[in-house]
């Protein structure tokens, strides 16, 4: 029997959903298997999110594409973004109970999605799971009451990123003595199976001495440098630098307008349902960037993930006008520098690379259209061989492959097609990944190590053979 739940208070900003259905109306969708696609009664504009999905269940394919890794590997249609549309429908309808949130049928629908967003780019009507599952999340701790301490870690990674090099003892310790590993995994429920994320000893931002290059006549772009390739690979951070300027731009360093701290793109917090946290984090990157992307200066960012966010999430975080801007001007690094091959304005001297190249692409690249841009980059390479691997998400997806009831998924989303083309590969093959959570799954699954497509162009300019 369904109850009447009391009106939900969303945290992000579902306006852009209020007047679907307007024109036409729901009635008319066959959704949901039934004639009645209305959505939830409770829920606004969230309750018509959830209701974009028509039901005809293309994400049910498993033939090509990239949707969806959960539904993929487990071949359960309980793991599949219509049964999370479905769920959340019936759970905004009050059908299990007033607290829907806490439900175990909504927890369960969702425990499986890794926010890939496949389904916003393949689902033939865009539904954004990804986005609804973060309301869900964060409609759950309010619930509850508090955030979990393993969520509240993940989150908070970029608060206290600036002490992890001191914690690596830490890491070390774990991998040499087991009963570490489980017990973190008993307390924290951190996989004891897996590694955790080394930080380097001395951070990109810290160690870059100039904000802005010498490139005086150069054409402007900002480099947004966030907390994976600032702490734990600032070689990238590096390496990014280092083609921009050798391509002449006049690179500035995104830095904070007003506090020490660098800029975070809030990604950790909004993954985890902590979105004021990560409305907080949005907004300092917006009072440093806002100047830059008013001027129509490019903001280039490295980790997908992250740059995507400023383009995607922030329109949901209720963060008025400045979005817009700023939305125009982020570019991932291989979008900006394809964008300006084509505009016939890069110079970037690059020598050849007599190699083979295999190349994974991140989710959100995927999801943005952004494996183009990739594939037109890496061409520009003289002599190099390029082969890009067919396969979903690599399963770890944040924190979601660490998680200790998610480890074993996890791994299978991987087994699916990624590790084995990389275990077929030859050894002096190079990989390419640009997420770090992509590069960490590579490292766990098959003992290999991905670089990032900035490192590629890097060893191109210098024509240097070691790895
Ligand atoms: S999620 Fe998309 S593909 Fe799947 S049933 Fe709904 S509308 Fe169809
Ligand atoms: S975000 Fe990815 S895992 Fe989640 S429902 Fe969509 S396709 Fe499936």
């Given at each position: 029997m369904s109850e009447k739940i009391s009106g939900i208070k969303t945290?992000?900003?579902?306006?852009?959903?209020?007047?679907?259905?307007?024109?036409?109306?729901?009635?008319?969708f066959d959704s949901f298997g039934t004639s009645d696609a209305a959505?939830?009664?409770?829920?606004g504009g969230y309750a018509k999110a959830a209701a974009v999905?028509?039901?005809?269940?293309?994400?049910?394919?498993?033939?090509?594409?990239?949707?969806?890794p959960s539904f993929r590997v487990?071949?359960?249609?309980?793991?599949s973004t219509h049964h999370r549309a479905v769920t959340l429908k019936a759970a905004l309808d009050g059908n299990y109970g007033a607290h829907p949130f806490m439900s175990e049928e909504l927890t369960a629908a969702m425990s499986l999605c890794v926010s890939c967003k496949g389904c916003k780019s393949e689902c033939p009507h865009g539904v954004d799971m990804a986005l609804l599952r973060v309301e869900a999340l964060a409609q759950r701790w309010i619930a509850l009451g508090r955030v979990p301490l393993r969520e509240r870690l993940f989150a908070y990674t970029p608060r206290f990123a600036a002490h992890l090099k001191r914690l690596n003892w830490i890491n070390t310790l774990r991998e040499r003595i087991p009963l570490i590993a489980q017990g973190m995994e008993h307390?924290?429920?951190?996989?004891?199976r897996r590694s955790l994320p080394q930080a380097a000893a001395r951070d990109f931002l810290t160690s870059q001495p100039q904000a802005v290059t010498a490139n005086e006549n150069g054409r402007e772009v900002v480099l947004l440098v966030d907390t994976f390739s600032n702490h734990l690979d600032p070689q990238i951070a590096q390496a990014a630098w280092d083609v921009l300027q050798a391509a002449g731009y006049k690179v500035h360093l995104a830095k904070p307008a007003t506090d020490e701290r660098p800029l975070c793109c809030g990604r950790t917090f909004l993954s985890s349902g902590l979105i004021d946290e990560a409305r907080a984090e949005a907004t300092r990157l917006l009072d440093a960037i806002t100047p830059f992307a008013a001027r129509g200066i490019p903001v280039i960012g490295l980790e997908p993930s992250c740059l995507l966010m400023l383009r995607d999430e922030y329109h949901a975080l209720g963060l008025g006008e400045r979005v817009t801007a700023l939305a125009k001007s982020a570019l991932l690094l291989e979008e900006f520098l394809a964008r300006e091959h084509d505009a016939k304005r890069l110079t970037l001297p690059l020598k050849p690379l007599n190699e083979k190249v295999l190349v994974h692409g991140h989710c959100h690249q995927k999801a943005f259209g952004a494996m183009t841009a990739m594939q037109k980059v890496l061409r520009l390479i003289p002599e190099l061989e390029i082969e890009f691997i067919e396969a979903s998400c690599c399963g770890m997806a944040g924190s979601f492959g660490l998680e200790a009831e998610h480890a074993d998924i996890s791994m299978q989303m991987a087994e699916l097609a990624l590790l084995p083309k990389i275990r077929a590969a030859t050894p002096d093959t190079q990989l390419i990944a640009n997420g770090t959570s992509c590069r960490h799954q590579i490292r766990d699954g098959a003992a290999r190590e991905a670089k990032h497509l900035a490192q590629i162009l890097q060893r191109a300019m210098r024509n240097d053979p070691t790895r």
């Open positions: 945290k992000l900003d579902w306006s852009a959903y209020e007047s679907y259905g307007s024109f036409g109306g729901f009635d008319s959505p939830a009664e409770s829920g999905c028509m039901g005809k269940r293309h994400c049910h394919n498993k033939d090509k594409g990239v949707m969806c487990t071949n359960d249609e309980k793991h307390w924290l429920g951190i996989a004891a």
